[in-house]
């Protein structure tokens, strides 16, 4: 496969009110004009995250990612595998988060030295170079207090003397001569079901977007394998470079020399729509009547197939119609608030108890003589069930070789609501 001659050629961040706050060209710089194409598509879209990922231009394609509000917004002058720059940006994000623990405007603009530093070594002449987090750490030290005003008072710079250990080894990933008094192992499964269910409570999509992400803290180089339950639920999985892929395939098993410290052992996908149990039921009764004034709005909430796990941290919005002037409603359980302006009632239910389940009943004050609305709202349900992964994905052992201490292990499972609608 032939490459272009260069990947990226320029990166732009945009804030959410549509500035350029900051821009890295490799070689030759692109004018900021061409982010223009980028502002027409992100006027034209009725959400931010709706902006489509690739926009064609006369001369450019400009890909881009939205993350904490921020769009990172690459331009490329020849065709290039667009997932391939999708991945890098996310990396990209990924590594400012673990350099000042948030990804937001203020945070890069207030270590924009460190910034550049990181993209002249994660992008090598608009080709990805040192993306793993333990090789830039030693390449380029994390901002601390001390070394900030050290280096204003000397004008010296983060960049580390050295050539990192792990970029001369066979495990690029991982730093030598690693080495903990606590060695220990974590490893989390999170995962996060969008679902859209019709009025009479069918499930028209469902789907889960999992991810295993690992701590890991051990000395030396250790060799771990992770075995499943079941590991034909995984479908369309996608690995840290660390896992030996063959192995997988062959045995249904992850081995692999973890990276040091923080990182995402693998992603993978359930489809298959009768693997995915809908862990909430919607009781609903929305009503509008022609001529009237008063709407009538009830909704009941409740858990099933959770696995005797319980729901927590639920929180019901829908975006009412604009004929409703405001709401008069009463919840069994926490507290609710409607915008008159937006239209938008968010409803902060908290934890689900099965016994006594929550809801929230009333009416609506319509405008006078405004005609019935054309649809019923859409509800939309935010949860997250502890110990729990709703695809039944288990973890069944974790060894370790190639070290002779005895390591601290722990697995944990969360299962938290992504896209999940109910249509009334």
Known sequence: ??????????????????????????????????????????????????????????????????????????????????????????????????????????????????????????????????????????????????????????????????????????????????????????????????????????????????????????????????????????????FHPCVRFKRWEAERILSFIPPDGNFRLLSYHVSCQNLVAIPVYVKHNITFREGSSQGRFELTLGPKQTMGKGLEAVLISSQLPRGVLNTNLNPSQGTYNFDPVTKLLSWDVGKINPQKLPSLKGSMSLQAGASKPDENPTINIQFKIQQSALSGLKVNRLDMYGEKYKPFKGIKYMTKAGKFQVRT
């Open 1 to 238: 496969m032939q490459f272009p001659a260069k990947m990226i050629h320029s990166l732009f961040l945009v804030n959410s009110s549509g500035d350029i706050f900051l821009e890295k060209h490799w070689k030759s710089v692109v004018s900021r004009s061409v982010c223009d194409y980028f502002f027409e598509a992100q006027e034209r879209a009725s959400e931010p995250e709706n902006v489509p990922p690739v926009i064609p231009t006369p001369h450019h394609y400009l890909i881009s990612v939205l993350r904490h509000r921020i769009y990172f917004v690459a331009v490329i002058q020849s065709e290039v595998p667009p997932l391939f720059v999708i991945e890098f940006l996310h990396r990209v994000v990924d590594t400012f988060q673990d350099y000042f623990g948030v990804c937001t405007e203020a945070a890069i603009k207030d270590n924009v030295v460190v910034v550049y530093e990181l993209l002249e070594e994660m992008l090598d002449n608009g080709f990805p170079l040192a993306t793993e987090s333990n090789i830039l750490k030693e390449l380029i030290k994390p901002p601390t207090i001390l070394r900030t005003v050290v280096n204003t008072i000397t004008g010296s710079t983060n960049v580390g003397e050295q050539l990192p250990t792990g970029q001369l080894s066979v495990v690029p990933w991982r730093r030598t001569g690693v080495k903990y008094t606590n060695n220990e192992a974590y490893f989390d499964v999170v995962e996060e079901i969008d679902a859209i269910i019709d009025k009479s409570g069918s499930t028209i999509t469902a789907e889960i977007q999992g991810v295993i992400d690992a701590c890991v803290k051990l000395t030396g180089m250790p060799d771990l394998t992770l075995s499943f339950m079941n590991p034909r639920l995984l479908d369309d999985v996608s």
